[in-house]
Each structure stands twice: as C-alpha cells, then as structure tokens.
C-alpha cells in the first residue's frame, strides 16, 4: 500500500519550533517532488513549500519565507520541514504530497499531486 505518513505536529507557543517530517511507504520517493501544504479552519488549503527530487530546488511560499525551511533524505525515504519562528497563523493541519514530474514552484501553486498524507495538526498557542 502506498502511503505517505506525516509526523511532528503538536501545540507550541509563538516564536517556538517545529520539525514535521513525512515518510513514504511502499514506494520510494527518489524521484518525486515533494509538497508541504496546510489548511487552517475556514480557509483554503495552501501550498507551503516544495521541494524537487533531488533537493536542489525549493520553492516557499512569502508567508513562510525565512522561518520554514523544507529538506529531503532520500535514504531515508523521508522529507522535512522544519518550521521556526511560529505565529499564531501558522496554525492548521498540515499535509505532505507527492508527484512526478512536477517543478516545485508548479507543483505548490497547483497542487496537482499523486498521492496526499492525512495530515498532522500544528496549534500555535500562548
């Protein structure tokens, strides 16, 4: 069954940090592009940041510009985002998404995509 499984989501406090991390199962991402996207209660979903198959391109989204940063181990069949700096409206849940052929600045925009997580809450709260 092929599955991507997101992880590392949780309540935090603003200007605190996360790490999520998606990993793929019963497939191997080596040669997928990889979206993180969210969706906070009442808005639509949005593209966060993407990242090529071989991590030499990203591509983010202005309102996380210079707090997330998205990387990939491809050994680990695994990619991540790691996420500093959080405000209040960083808050939702937040899915990871793969597709072939995709540029990482089409693929966050578009949100054309093969396969989707089920997605991992992230709370910024005081």
């Known amino acids: 069954q092929l599955q991507l499984v997101e992880s590392g989501g949780g309540l935090v406090q603003p200007g605190g940090s996360l790490r999520l991390s998606c990993e793929a199962s019963g497939f191997t991402l080596d040669y997928y592009t990889i979206g993180w996207f969210r969706q906070a209660p009442g808005k639509k979903r949005e593209g966060v940041s993407c990242i090529s198959s071989n991590g030499g391109s990203t591509h983010y989204a202005d309102t996380v510009k210079g707090r997330f940063t998205i990387s990939r181990d491809n050994a680990k069949n695994t990619v991540y985002l790691q996420m500093n700096s959080l405000k209040l409206e960083d808050t939702a849940v937040y899915y990871c998404?793969?597709?072939?052929?995709?540029?990482?600045?089409?693929?966050?925009?578009?949100?054309?995509?093969?396969?989707w997580g089920q997605g991992t809450q992230v709370t910024v709260s005081s």
């Open positions: 998404a793969a597709a072939l052929i995709a540029t990482v600045r089409n693929m966050c925009i578009t949100q054309s995509v093969a396969y």
